[in-house]
């Protein structure tokens, strides 16, 4: 059965820092990208961050861009996304999600398979 599943969420001040992780299971996750997305409420899911599958191509979205750092560790199956300076705009849930290559691609409803997602909060 292939899923993934998002942790490392929680409720953190701003200027702080958390990691994400996004574990891969019935399947391996070294063929694919993976991207980061989130959906704050009231708002439309948005990109945050994609890494392929060989890691050697990473995007951001404007906003996280300088803040946010993505990598992946195929031995262990896992993806990561490294926020800091977080600011209260940043909080969403956070999905990983896969889609059907090994390049990242630009229209999510390609992503094929999804994580039920972490919460992240971002308040003093």
């Known amino acids: 059965q292939v899923q993934l599943v998002e942790s490392g969420g929680g409720l953190v001040q701003p200027g702080g820092s958390l990691r994400l992780s996004c574990a891969a299971s019935?399947?391996?996750?070294?063929?694919?990208?993976i991207g980061w997305f989130r959906q704050a409420p009231g708002k439309e899911r948005e990109g945050v961050s994609c890494?392929?599958?060989?890691?050697?191509?990473?995007n951001y979205a404007d906003s996280v861009k300088g803040r946010f750092t993505i990598s992946r560790d195929n031995a262990n199956n896992t993806v990561y996304l490294q926020m800091n300076s977080l600011k209260p705009e940043d909080t969403a849930v956070y999905y990983c999600?896969?889609?059907?290559?090994?390049?990242?691609?630009?229209?999510?409803?390609?992503?094929?398979?999804w994580g039920l997602g972490t919460q992240v909060t971002v308040s003093s």
């Open positions: 019935g399947f391996s996750l070294a063929y694919y990208a």
């Open positions: 999600a896969a889609p059907g290559s090994g390049r990242c691609l630009v229209n999510m409803y390609e992503y094929l398979y």
């Open positions: 890494i392929s599958s060989s890691g050697s191509t990473t």
